[in-house]
C-alpha cells in the first residue's frame, strides 16, 4: 500500500488514537480497492470510527461522503 494521500501518520483521521487501526479505502465497490491502495486513497481508522458505532464511516452514510468529497480535492 502507498503512503496516504489524506493522512501522513498512522493514526484513527478522527480521534488520533493509535489503538486497533484499520486502512479505509475512501472509494467503495468492486476493484477500486486496487486503485485506492495504488493512489493512497485511504486514511487509518480506529475500530469504533470505522464499523463498530453509528458514526463509524460504514455506518454513516454523511461521514462516508465528507472523507470521499475531501479525497477528491487533494
Request: net charge negative.
Amino acid at each position: 500500500m502507498k503512503d496516504s494521500i489524506i493522512d501522513n501518520e498512522k493514526v484513527c483521521f478522527i480521534c488520533r488514537t493509535t489503538e486497533n487501526l484499520d486502512p479505509h479505502h475512501v472509494f467503495r465497490g468492486e476493484g477500486k480497492r486496487k486503485f485506492a491502495d495504488e493512489d493512497g486513497c485511504y486514511v487509518w481508522l480506529c475500530r469504533y470510527h470505522h464499523t463498530m458505532s453509528d458514526e463509524a464511516v460504514h455506518n454513516n452514510t454523511p461521514f462516508r461522503r465528507t472523507l470521499e468529497k475531501y479525497a477528491q480535492h487533494l
